[in-house]
């Protein structure tokens, strides 16, 4: 009886190993459908730089000057991260009526906002910038070659769906001012 047993276990292991693997889901242009990206706490950290990294590589395609991170800038995409979130819309307007000069006026930012792009989407952050870079409007503020800083954020909303927003300038300083005493 156990050696029927095992026989019949091993036919069906057998059988199941033949089994072609299931298709992605393909969208109506033939490609797969994007898979739901979830940011971990340690990705977290290191999604900023690899938009960095990427930036920079298409920067120096187009050889246009490279970025650096600016936490201030930084600062302000993250507030509107949230905000947008929140507004359920991605545009360059947040829910105060304030524009990303504004935004980035708030936490401190001394220098010259130049662009800002913007992605909803439940899609990585590499997909993301190439996505933008497929768009004139966003491909012309990752590339300006005015621009010498870069601030980028995100925010994931419990259902996945990442709201992506990169902002360039130059001119303002690395240090997020101290908040006013009391």
Not at 21 to 38: E, H, I, N
Request: charge should be negative.
């Amino acid at each position: 009886m156990n050696r029927r047993h095992a026989l019949a276990l091993l036919a069906a292991t057998s059988l199941t190993a033949c089994t072609p693997p299931t298709p992605s889901a393909l969208g109506p242009d033939g490609k797969p459908l994007p898979r739901l990206y979830r940011i971990t706490e340690s990705d977290a950290r290191r999604i900023p730089f690899r938009v960095l990294d990427a930036v920079n590589a298409l920067r120096q395609g187009a050889g246009v000057p490279a970025l650096e991170l600016n936490p201030v800038l930084t600062a302000a995409a993250a507030t509107h991260a949230r905000d947008i979130s929140i507004q359920n819309r991605p545009w360059h307007f947040g829910s105060d009526g304030s524009s990303p000069i504004d935004r980035a006026r708030s936490v401190g930012y001394t220098g010259t906002v130049l662009g800002e792009t913007l992605s909803e989407t439940y899609e990585s952050e590499l997909e993301t910038v190439a996505a933008w870079m497929q768009e004139e409007g966003p491909r012309a503020v990752i590339l300006d070659p005015d621009a010498r800083q870069l601030g980028f954020a995100f925010f994931q909303e419990p259902n996945g769906k990442i709201w992506w927003v990169l902002n360039t300038g130059f001119g303002g300083s690395s240090e997020i001012p101290d908040a006013p005493s009391s």
